[in-house]
């Protein structure tokens, strides 16, 4: 007549309430988000890393990729704590559990999309990468405004780095504000909410001499001196910077191109789309708040014709008439791996690391 309970007038009620689920020696404690959508022996498991926040704690995905009448048709079942004892030991929190819906969203961008007559209507890439690699060409390079994401994974940022550097692109910022400052505590929590900002600094993704910051960037879009805005990945209608700040900003900009994995409000506005993958949908590293880089791996296929930004990129590059001859390693990879090795050779932080030498739990950048 035993059960399991809490001590009376006591709720299981925090932060990382559940882990209590992993640790339970007999499997009598269940998640009720899990429980009955899929059998676990039907599940396929990827060594991967959670992205929600800067700590960067490891996981396994758990994915359902063959029974799609299971699980309402999600291919990405659950997250599992996988073992790391400089990162996450254990542990992971229960924002970082359950902060994998977005994934397998009815949201998810799967093709590329171009306005015409104001609305957004399904593309080619082939079309679509011809539209921005002409503005591209058309705009001088002080007319162009890029907001890269520490989403991006660093193979995603060394690529995009080395295009504009290519463009001769100085307005370019990855730090976008967010609307609330995030929350954190001494266990694994972190404030900021990306992955990667450890990243995007080190591969020199912020404004370079003489370049403009995220709200430069937004202003001179206003004022339309920036003609091309790029922005990868950012909701700006949902960030820090004052609506009306970004309204004259989206508005203002001749070409608005928005490059993520889900629709917001600022692709609502877009002239151009182009769908990314998810990070659980290709390889690639992450650099988290402590410099340590890691591995993540696929863990599914990319939904519809998104395709890993590093990969759009490497495409892009080959359709601007200014860089098509231009034959940097980043940029005409055919592997996440072979960008990796490329800015491990550029970046002095990086330098003698590669994806063997990562392994499973990671290497400290070079100070």
Request: proline share 5%; net charge neutral; hydrophobic share 40%.
């Amino acid at each position: 007549h035993s059960e399991i309970g809490l001590f009376p007038g006591t709720e299981l009620e925090n932060a990382y309430s559940g882990n209590v689920i992993d640790i339970c020696p007999v499997g009598a404690l269940t998640d009720r988000d899990f429980r009955f959508q899929v059998r676990v022996w039907y599940l396929q498991t990827t060594k991967s890393l959670c992205n929600g926040c800067a700590r960067g704690c490891n996981v396994e995905i758990h994915t359902n990729r063959e029974r799609t009448h299971h699980n309402q048709g999600k291919r990405v079942a659950r997250l599992k704590p996988r073992y790391n004892a400089e990162v996450n030991q254990w542990w992971i929190c229960d924002a970082g559990r359950y902060g994998f819906r977005w994934i397998d969203d009815d949201g998810r961008l799967t093709s590329p999309s171009v306005k015409a007559d104001g609305r957004l209507v399904e593309t080619t890439w082939e079309d679509a990468l011809g539209v921005l690699a002409e503005a591209l060409d058309r705009y001088r390079p002080e007319e162009i405004g890029v907001l890269a994401s520490p989403q991006m994974s660093n193979e995603d940022l060394w690529a995009l780095r080395r295009l504009l550097d290519s463009l001769g692109v100085a307005n370019r910022d990855f730090a976008v504000p967010p609307r609330e400052p995030g929350e954190d505590d001494k266990l694994l929590i972190r404030a900021d909410k990306n992955p990667n900002t450890r990243g995007a600094a080190l591969l020199g993704l912020g404004p370079s001499v003489g370049g403009l910051d995220a709200g430069g960037i937004l202003d001179a879009a206003a004022q339309k001196k920036v003609k091309l805005l790029w922005v990868l990945h950012h909701d700006l209608v949902g960030s820090g910077f004052a609506a009306s700040r970004v309204t004259a900003a989206l508005g203002g900009a001749e070409l608005l191109v928005f490059q993520g994995t889900n629709a917001s409000l600022t692709s609502a506005r877009a002239g151009l789309v182009l769908p990314s993958a998810a990070y659980a949908e290709y390889d690639g590293t992450f650099t988290n708040f402590q410099g340590r880089v890691q591995r993540f791996r696929t863990a599914i296929a990319p939904l519809g014709e998104a395709l890993p930004d590093w990969q759009i990129l490497a495409r892009l590059r080959a359709r601007v008439p200014r860089v098509a001859s231009v034959g940097d390693p980043a940029l005409v990879a055919e592997r996440p791996e072979q960008v990796f090795t490329a800015l491990a050779a550029a970046v002095p932080a990086f330098a003698g690391m590669s994806y063997r030498g990562l392994g499973d739990t990671g290497e400290l950048v070079k100070a």
